[in-house]
C-alpha cells in the first residue's frame, strides 16, 4: 500500500480500549428493563444516533434514557453507567499514532457525545498528561460536534473535502463492521480490525508502519 498518504482512525476499541457490555450491565443494575434492547455495538435507537450526532442534550439525552428504563434516580448513576464502556488508552497506541503521523496524514473520526469526550479527555490526562488527541492527528472529527455520525457517507465525504483528501490515497480502520461497509462506498480503502488485534500489528499487516 505505497500509495497511501492518509490514515482515518476510529477510536473506542482501536485506540482506546472499550467494552459496551460494562454499560449494557451498569444500566441492567439500574433497571429491571433489558438496555440491550435498546443499544448494542452493532445497532441501536435513533434515540442513540441523536446522541451521537449532537441533535440532543445531554440531559435531554439522560431524561429519555430514564423513560425508556424507568428509572428515576439521580443523574449521576446515569453518566456513570454510560461513560463505563472507556476503558484506558495504552502508551504503546499513543507511541503507534506519533510514528504515523510522521508519514502520513492521520484523522480521528469517532461516533461519540460530549460526555464521553470529557471522560475520556480526562483520563487521557491523568494516565498521559495530555489534554486531547489533537496532537496525534492532523484533524480529530466527532460526530456530536459535527451534527452526523458513521456509517454515513455523508461524514467520510466532509473528513475527505475539508482536508483535499482523495479516497484512494485513503485508509480508514474502524472495529465496527457497518463503518468500515460505510467508508468503502465512498471509495476509501477500509478494514476492520480484527477483535483483540493491536491497532500497532494491524498497521504492519498492511504494510503501513
Known sequence: MQHIKNIIFDLGGVIINLDT???????NRLSYMPFEAIYTQAQQ????DDFDKGLISTEEFFNAIRKEIRYDGPDAELLR???????????RRLDVLVKM????????????????????EHDLYIEHGVKNFNDYFDGVYYSCRMGMRKPNKE??????KQNDLKP???VFIDDSIQHVK??????????????GEEIGDFLKSLGLL
Open 168 to 170: 484512494e490515497d485513503t
Open 45 to 48: 435507537s435513533s434515540l442513540f
Open 182 to 195: 460505510g467508508a468503502g462506498e465512498c471509495g476509501i480503502s477500509a478494514f476492520l480490525l480484527p477483535k
Open 101 to 120: 503521523k510522521q508519514n502520513y496524514n492521520t484523522f480521528l473520526l469517532s461516533n461519540t457525545c460530549e460526555p464521553h469526550i470529557a471522560a475520556f
Open 21 to 27: 457490555n460494562r454499560t449494557i450491565a451498569e444500566f
Open 155 to 160: 461524514i467520510f465525504e466532509f473528513v475527505l
Open 81 to 91: 453507567a454510560w461513560n463505563a464502556m472507556l476503558l484506558d488508552v495504552p502508551e
